[in-house]
Structures are given as structure tokens and as C-alpha cells.
């Protein structure tokens, strides 16, 4: 109920503050702008940190096109910390955050660079990237066919969001630039330079097996946290199993605590690695980077995994509208879910998806893409 009118208020908002303007439909290929090489976009992308990583796809495919062109990004307050990422392709990354006098501040930015086009990545109905398309100035702006539509002069269709990823669903935003996403490369991608790998390398212990099994504890919030027992007992499996593996534990600070605990009590065995603390995610991506498979609860991990080809496992809470879960793209993965029953149950936490579950899908994947080695 409340989700429904959630929705009725922005399509009103929508409606009053752009009435209802012509929008063009793009559905395949087509040179819609006719931009000259120097043209200017914005990119808007202001949500979450593994949404900036799930978007280097588009951000490289619109440099490939357009390399002399302007192309910036506006990120927000919680995932301006992977500009660095988004600089790879862009000129200026902006930043949104919630505040009157900051957004007429970066109105009258945004109005001075005279942008061709407005792309907003964000494949549901948003206020902020209404509001921001309509501040920017811009002559056009592209947009995914959802409820807030009428903000945008040009749409391309919302794939279905039970069947195809979001990598799939925000590449649609190509057509009306003359690109054809299903004869693009899509790949994901988070740079690291040979001095982030190095300093990786030297924080870790001299690898004593051929490979790593790198398991991240945290996720977003308590109801992403797998738990102590179950990791402990995961890493006593893997060390009778799977012998040429060595485990790396990885963990926000937050999780300092659980990760020693659990190394304490398994090192004896041997094949365990306690990772140490960093100072931010790019530290961490690093750190990541050095494991040849990942185990993870859904949180930007899963991306950066994904940007290597990392085989990954990752626990999922329940998704009651029936939405594709933003699993590892083009890499090999296995998926657990809490239970329908657990959801119902008001129990929708990654704690209740059962150990041999879990246990039996990472032996399947570390087996099969491990195999010849």
C-alpha cells in the first residue's frame, strides 16, 4: 500500500513539474542528437557505490564515441568516494547532496556548461534526477521508460526487471546515440594500478597455496551478516576440502572483531589469512583483487568481483517484487536466497540461508571453474 502511493505521489510530482511534454520513444539504434565532437553530457548516476561500478560500461562506450567530448558525472554523498572510478571516463565528477543552497549552487554550475544532453542511469522513478535534468539546462536529456518518463525528451524501453540485469536495462540508454548495446561490450571494470597491487601484495602474507578464497563479512547492515558460526565452520570445511585454497578474510571495519574471532579460533589448521584493516574501499577493492574467488553477502563487493571475473558466491535477502538480483555480470557465480518462508516469517536476513546450502554451492563453483588447475 504504502509502495503504491509512493508511486501515485512522484508521477504526480512529475506531472506538475513538467506537465506532459512530447518524449520521444527510442527502441532501437538511432543517431537521435547529431552531436559534434566537442559536444558536452551529463551523466547522472547518484545513488550507491555498486551502481557507479555497474555503469563503467556506458561510461566507456560514451568516451569510445565521443573522445574529444565533455563528459561529466553527478554522483552522490554515498558513493562520491569511487570518483576515482568515474574519472577514468569523465572530465568532472559533480556531487548531489540534499541541501537548498547546494543545489542552486550547482544549478548555476551545472547551467554555465551549457550541456547537449542529460543521461540519467537510474532505472527507477527518481525525484532527484527529475529535478536535475530539469535544473541542468539541457536541450535533451535520455532517460528509461518508468514513471517519472515525462521528465525526458527522449525514453528507451525498461527491459523486464524480473528477467534481465541491470547492466542490460541501463545499457538501453545507448540507442539514441546510434549504439547497438547488444553488440557492445559490456564487461565491468575497477582500474587498479601495478602500485595498488603492489601495496596489496605487500599488506598480505607471501601466498603459501596456489589459490585464494577471499570471504567478505560485511555487508549492508546486521541483516547482510551471514554469521560467526557459520563462517567458522565454512573455514574448517574449506581447509579439508579444498587444500590448495588459502582463506583471506575481508571485512569493513566494523567487523574487526568477528574476523579475528573467527581467525583465532581456525589459524591452527592452517590456510587462513587475516586481512588487515584499510582506510577505504579502494584499499579494499586491492586487497579483493589478490583472491582468485569471493564469497560475499549483495553489497558492491559482488561488482568489484565481477570487474575481474572473480568466481563468486553471494547471499541474498528475499526480493518480494520479483526483481532480478544484481548478481556477479558475465562472470561464474552461484546465488543463495533467504527462503520465501524466512521472508514471510519477518526473518529476511542472509543468517537464515542454510550452511550446507551455501556450503554446497561454493564446492560446485570452486570444482568446476578450478578443475584443470
Not at 305 to 331: D, Q, Y
Request: net charge negative; aromatic share 10%.
Amino acid at each position: 500500500m504504502l509502495k503504491t502511493l509512493e508511486l501515485a505521489f512522484r508521477r504526480l510530482f512529475i506531472r506538475t513539474l513538467y506537465g506532459s511534454g512530447s518524449t520521444q520513444h527510442v527502441t532501437k539504434p538511432d543517431d537521435c542528437f547529431s552531436l559534434p565532437p566537442l559536444c558536452r553530457i551529463l551523466v547522472l548516476r547518484q545513488d550507491r557505490i555498486g551502481d557507479v561500478i555497474v555503469s563503467t560500461p556506458i561510461l566507456r562506450v560514451l568516451r569510445q564515441k565521443y573522445p574529444e567530448a565533455r563528459i561529466d558525472i553527478m554522483l552522490g554523498d554515498n558513493n562520491f568516494t569511487v570518483q576515482h572510478l568515474a574519472l577514468t571516463y569523465c572530465d568532472t565528477v559533480w556531487r548531489y547532496t540534499k541541501s537548498l543552497p547546494k543545489l542552486l549552487g550547482l544549478m548555476r554550475s551545472l547551467r554555465r556548461v551549457g550541456y547537449d544532453v542529460v543521461i540519467d542511469l537510474i532505472d527507477n522513478a527518481s525525484v532527484t534526477s527529475s529535478l536535475l535534468v530539469r535544473v541542468s539546462g539541457s536541450r535533451f536529456s535520455v532517460g528509461i521508460d518508468k514513471e517519472n518518463a515525462a521528465a525526458y525528451s527522449h525514453v528507451v524501453p525498461l527491459l523486464d526487471r524480473t528477467e534481465f540485469h541491470i547492466v542490460y536495462r541501463i545499457a538501453q540508454l545507448l540507442l539514441p546515440f546510434g549504439i547497438d548495446p547488444a553488440a557492445t561490450n559490456l564487461d565491468l571494470e575497477y582500474p587498479l594500478s601495478e602500485e595498488d597491487v603492489r601495496t596489496a601484495q605487500a599488506k598480505l602474507p607471501l601466498k603459501q597455496r596456489r589459490f585464494r578464497l577471499g570471504i567478505n563479512l560485511s555487508g549492508r547492515g546486521e541483516e547482510m551478516y551471514w554469521g560467526q558460526e557459520n563462517f567458522i565452520r565454512l573455514v574448517r570445511k574449506m581447509q579439508r576440502s579444498f587444500p590448495a585454497f588459502e582463506v583471506v578474510l575481508l571485512g569493513l571495519p566494523d567487523y574487526a572483531e568477528e574476523a579475528r574471532t573467527i581467525y583465532e579460533t581456525t589459524y591452527l589448521d592452517g590456510g587462513i589469512i587475516l586481512a588487515p584493516s584499510v582506510s577505504s574501499l579502494h584499499e579494499f577493492a586491492a586487497l579483493l583483487h589478490e583472491c582468485d574467488a569471493v564469497l560475499t553477502p549483495d553489497t558492491s563487493v559482488v561488482h568489484l568481483a565481477a570487474a575481474w571475473k572473480r568466481p563468486t558466491v553471494v547471499l541474498f535477502i528475499f526480493n518480494e517484487f520479483g526483481l532480478v538480483h544484481w548478481t556477479p555480470f558475465n562472470t561464474p557465480y552461484r546465488a543463495l536466497v533467504v527462503s520465501e518462508e524466512d521472508f514471510l516469517n519477518g526473518e529476511n536476513v542472509v543468517g537464515t540461508i542454510p550452511f550446507d546450502d551455501v556450503w554446497k554451492a561454493l564446492q560446485d563453483l570452486l570444482r568446476l571453474e578450478f578443475r584443470h588447475e
